[in-house]
């Protein structure tokens, strides 16, 4: 690792320079909200938004994509053959992600890419993404990453961590990924000498989430206790399993792949898909192993603060972005629901 200090008046000319080796991505505004998006040439990432209102995840993991395409029609000499669809995996780099948002896509990666299973499109994905991250200065009120394994100056997931200090960026560049996008750049005026700054930023940014949860009792849980605890109608009432607090999460990553045939030529999609939908379990019989809201909203927690904590004892499915807790329409609470399975005993009531 070492530190450089990049001017904001050096900034454009920079980025301007990484457009020909990178697809670039970064924060803009789309009306109310900035979210992550392609930057055309000569287009800066918006640096100064807080957060985003969908994740980064999409730059990785597309919304739908295409896995083959197909014909039936016997007269074509490769009819019934699954054909392989030409993807991009040329080397594009997200500006101004949030440390919390490239934890997200480390903690993804364990589901796409394990011993037992490797996802070619994931795969090729991640190898050719770079991530310069932002850190935050000043974190929202629903953020509470401290307490859920990363922090808004968080340096272990990103190739490139940028401090705003005012007039100029410290950069700590963390990986050659990142050696080779900062040289393509042109960044390359030692910071070594403010290194420190960034701790201090570091110190005080943290001392402002004063959102917390607690996990240390989870993994101790009896799944079946849990799964039968009386909180869960309470915590389900009010959700209308509309599936934002899903779309939204950088770290939700379950998918449903459907059919989409048109005459005798098909292709098969793979689209991001919710537990909070019905649908989601509904099996071809018509039987549904989640037939209700509560037993889908129980699966959204389980899976996030239990299932995943047992699977993997890597913490919990969560980055705390805050993102759910912003955007739920009726206001449910990802710490509320998790102090309740922290806290739970068997026989006794959870205020
Ligand atoms: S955003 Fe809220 S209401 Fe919508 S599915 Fe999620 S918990 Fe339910
Ligand atoms: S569960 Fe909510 S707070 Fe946690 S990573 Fe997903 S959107 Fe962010």
């Known amino acids: 690792m070492r530190v450089i200090k990049i001017d904001k008046k050096d900034w454009e000319s920079g980025v301007g320079k990484l457009s020909g080796d990178y697809s670039l991505y970064?924060?803009?505004?789309?009306?109310?909200?900035?979210?992550?998006?392609?930057?055309?040439?000569?287009?800066?990432?918006?640096?100064?938004?807080?957060?985003?209102?969908m994740s980064p995840k999409s730059v990785v993991y597309p919304q739908c994509e295409t896995m083959f395409e197909y014909t039936l029609d016997e007269n074509q000499p490769d009819h019934h053959v699954n054909k392989e669809i030409p993807k991009d995996y040329s080397p594009r780099a997200i500006l101004g992600i949030r440390p919390c948002d490239v934890k997200a896509i480390d903690l993804v990666n364990i589901n796409f890419d394990n011993p037992?299973?490797?996802?070619?499109?994931?795969?090729?994905?991640?190898?050719?993404?770079?991530?310069?991250?932002?850190?935050?200065?000043?974190?929202?009120?629903?953020?509470?990453?401290?307490?859920?394994?990363?922090?808004?100056?968080?340096?272990?997931?990103?190739d490139v961590l940028l401090a705003d200090m005012g007039d100029y960026y410290l950069a700590k560049v963390m990986t050659e990924k990142g050696e080779a996008l900062v040289g393509k750049a042109g960044f390359d005026q030692d910071g070594s000498a403010e290194a420190g700054a960034i701790d201090d930023a570091a110190k005080a940014a943290e001392?402002?989430?004063?959102?917390?949860?607690?996990?240390?009792?989870?993994?101790?849980?009896?799944?079946?206790?849990l799964y039968d605890a009386d909180f869960w109608e309470d915590v389900a009432f009010a959700c209308i399993n509309c599936g934002t607090c899903t779309y939204l999460c950088p770290t939700c990553w379950c998918f449903d792949i459907q059919d989409e045939?048109?005459?005798?030529?098909?292709?098969?999609?793979?689209?991001?898909?919710?537990?909070?939908?019905?649908?989601?379990?509904k099996h071809g019989t018509g039987h549904n192993p989640r037939p209700n809201k509560t037993a889908r909203v129980r699966q959204r927690f389980m899976h996030?603060?239990?299932?995943?904590?047992?699977?993997?004892?890597?913490?919990?499915?969560?980055?705390?972005?805050?993102?759910?807790?912003?955007?739920?329409?009726?206001?449910i609470d990802i710490r509320r629901v998790c102090d309740l399975m922290n806290r739970f005993e068997p026989g006794k009531e959870c205020a």
């Not at 991530?131 to 808004?152: E, H, I, M, R, W």
């Not at 001392?207 to 206790?225: N, P, Q, R």
Request: charged share 20%; glycine share 8%.
């Open 304 to 331: 996030k603060l239990k299932y995943y904590v047992d699977k993997y004892e890597n913490g919990i499915a969560c980055v705390g972005c805050g993102r759910c807790v912003q955007q739920c329409p009726v206001n």
């Open 26 to 53: 970064g924060p803009v505004k789309q009306g109310a909200f900035h979210n992550f998006a392609p930057l055309e040439k000569g287009q800066m990432p918006d640096l100064d938004y807080v957060n985003t209102r």
């Open 261 to 281: 045939v048109q005459g005798t030529d098909g292709c098969r999609m793979r689209n991001w898909d919710t537990c909070m939908s019905a649908l989601f379990t």
């Open 116 to 158: 037992e299973y490797q996802d070619p499109w994931w795969v090729q994905r991640r190898a050719a993404l770079t991530t310069v991250a932002l850190a935050c200065n000043n974190p929202c009120s629903t953020c509470f990453c401290t307490s859920a394994g990363t922090g808004p100056f968080d340096d272990s997931s990103a």
């Open 207 to 225: 001392a402002k989430i004063t959102s917390k949860i607690e996990t240390d009792k989870l993994g101790d849980k009896v799944t079946t206790e």
